[in-house]
């Protein structure tokens, strides 16, 4: 199981109780028993607002994931657009900076997730298309060279890809197929594809998806191209409506998922919305931890 916190639909935002549940981790003791990975944005890190020092991220952050044997992942922007503006560019440098201070503090990442790198769209385009605007071959080019970058100086890290193509109606088999191929050919290896996938996109077929068409992403990343898959678990109507309805719907969607043969390795709880609205404490209804928990179970129990 997978975790990242809610940024509360605040780009870079780390909540206060997000970062509470570091310096009462009692608060979170059932679920860290069941985390295997805590995915952090690499901005939440960075940007100095949250509070998050030096002295707090390796006396306090690192401890408790280390006492409870929880691996680090970052959620990175730094490959995503890179060539369309300076500021994408000062975005994977901060990265980069990021992950070498990180390793430097004795914090050793397990994973880098490159977010929405194939899928994101280009705003302020004349482009017909939103998303080809920024060609396929050149959003792999920006991430090999990103994984270039770090593999040569940190060899144990894994990669990873958060991709959204299937969400938006486009074809994806083609383009991870590429990824592969070109990462591969620079001796480079993709660990990992984690489909974005919310649950009303499915239920209302957005772009005619299908339940049908969520369990072929799997099965092509498992059988095709041979690599571990993940799945996020979230509701974007629900997470712009209520906690509680949040909670209701990813659960039932985990439920559906399972029903029609999902099997994915990695089940991550995530969200980007106004809820759930709390982190913490895992035995108070509707809390994203109180979810976190309770997902655990229902993936583990079928």
């Not at 985390?35 to 020092?53: F, P, W």
């Not at 592969?180 to 001796?187: D, F, G, I, L, Y």
Request: some cysteine; proline content about 4%; aromatic content about 12%.
């Amino acid at each position: 199981m997978w975790y990242e916190d809610n940024n509360l639909g605040q780009a870079g935002y780390f909540p206060p109780d997000a970062k509470e549940k570091f310096i009462d981790p009692q608060t979170w003791k059932a679920s860290r028993k069941k985390m295997d990975v805590y995915l952090v944005r690499a901005n939440a890190l960075y940007i100095r607002k949250n509070g998050l020092t030096d002295y707090f991220l390796k006396n306090k952050m690192l401890k408790v994931l280390k006492d409870s044997k929880i691996k680090l992942a970052l959620n990175v922007r730094g490959a995503t657009l890179t060539q369309t503006s300076r500021k994408r560019e000062k975005i994977r440098t901060k990265e980069i900076k990021l992950i070498e201070k990180l390793e430097s503090m004795g914090i050793h990442i397990d994973s880098i997730n490159f977010q929405s790198a194939l899928s994101k769209s280009v705003k302020f385009t004349s482009h017909k298309d939103k998303v080809y605007a920024y060609p396929m071959k050149q959003r792999i080019k920006d991430i090999v060279s990103y994984i270039k970058t770090v593999h040569q100086k940190y060899p144990h890290i894994k990669f990873g890809l958060i991709d959204a193509l299937p969400a938006k109606g486009y074809p994806y088999r083609k383009a991870y197929k590429y990824l592969v191929e070109s990462m591969q050919k620079a001796h480079l290896t993709l660990h990992h594809i984690i489909l974005d996938l919310p649950n009303d996109f499915i239920e209302k077929h957005h772009k005619g998806v299908t339940w049908k068409q969520v369990i072929d992403v799997e099965k092509y990343v498992h059988n095709d191209l041979h690599l571990k898959y993940g799945k996020i678990f979230h509701d974007a109507k629900a997470g712009k409506t209520s906690d509680r309805l949040f909670f209701t719907k990813v659960m039932q969607m985990a439920t559906r998922y399972k029903k029609e043969g999902g099997d994915p390795d990695y089940c991550l709880l995530m969200s980007w919305y106004p809820h759930p609205s709390r982190t913490i404490p895992e035995t108070e209804k509707y809390t994203q931890m109180y979810l976190f928990l309770k997902l655990s179970e229902r993936m583990q129990n079928h």
